[in-house]
């Protein structure tokens, strides 16, 4: 499945609740479902800077495609993580750099999170595009 396809997915996901209480809700179950990381990985070298909860990402690369775990101190945190992790994870490296975000937008996440989630939010998006990047760099 494409990213852009996943995307589309969890923007039709989103659009059957009436209230931010509800996708809150259903956040905190998509969290639920996130690919643990490795207990190994929960250290400072891992976490994802610029969140206001701890945020812990490992990427692997595998057939050519990053696979995505991660892990988070905070419900709600942990819910925004799932949800990058289902739309970047088992992509190719190039796939997951040249993704568009809107998707964020589409949904309200971003105006429905406080300032510092937000950021949070951005910081989490472009260490993943990190880890993306990195791998590239590693197939050219």
């Excluded at 997915?9 to 490795?38: C, H, N, S, V």
């Excluded at 709600?76 to 990058?84: P, S």
């Excluded at 289902?86 to 997951?96: A, M």
């Excluded at 429905?112 to 590693?138: C, D, E, W």
Aim: proline share 2%.
């Amino acid at each position: 499945m494409s990213i852009q396809d996943i995307q589309n997915d969890i923007i039709e996901e989103f659009a059957m609740f009436d209230d931010w209480e509800e996708r809150y809700q259903y956040m905190i179950d998509l969290g639920k479902t996130l690919p643990l990381i490795d207990e190994q990985y929960k250290t400072d070298d891992y976490l994802i800077k610029g969140c206001q909860s701890k945020v812990w990402v490992h990427a692997n690369m595998e057939n050519n495609k990053v696979v995505f775990t991660a892990d988070s101190d905070a419900i709600i945190t942990k819910g925004v993580i799932a949800i990058l992790i289902r739309v970047f994870s088992n992509q190719r490296p190039k796939d997951i750099i040249d993704a568009n975000t809107d998707f964020i937008d589409k949904i309200g996440l971003k105006e429905h999170l406080s300032p510092t989630r937000a950021n949070g939010l951005v910081s989490m998006i472009k260490q993943l595009k990190m880890y993306a990047f990195a791998y590239q760099t590693q197939l050219n």
